[in-house]
């Protein structure tokens, strides 16, 4: 199945919003429950969200209450629409595909990842 493509970062200052989009040409969005993942420089990557193919969701504490994941299964596409965004959302933000059994929070069990959005988030 197809390599999905994230967009929608870009440089705001903190309080702002960003709706970032995560799309594929195939069928990994509508066959996989998918995830937000984000990698900081310097630090390892960390999860953000996930939302299975049931529709139901998953978050970082850092984010509950600021961002939402949803998913488009028609459009072949996730989003992640980021309100109150701090200094510390700051990151290349990556998208993919849960393809193994286990915990949301693993990156090693999502395969299929985009080239990711860069997130900047100045104060």
């Known amino acids: 199945q197809a390599q999905v493509v994230e967009s929608g970062g870009g440089l705001v200052q903190a309080g702002g919003s960003l709706r970032l989009s995560c799309a594929d040409s195939g069928r990994t969005v509508s066959s996989f429950a998918m995830g937000w993942f984000r990698q900081a420089t310097g630090n390892e990557r960390e999860f953000v969200a996930a939302i299975t193919t049931g529709g139901g969701t998953n978050y970082a504490d850092s984010v509950k209450g600021r961002f939402t994941i949803s998913r488009d299964n028609a459009k072949n596409t996730v989003y992640l629409q980021m309100n109150s965004l701090k200094p510390e959302d700051t990151a290349v933000y990556y998208c993919?595909?849960?393809?193994?059994?286990?915990?949301?929070?693993?990156?090693?069990?999502?395969?299929?990842w985009g080239q990711g959005t860069q997130v900047t988030v100045s104060s």
């Open positions: 993919a595909a849960k393809t193994r059994s286990g915990s949301y929070y693993y990156p090693q069990l999502y395969a299929y």
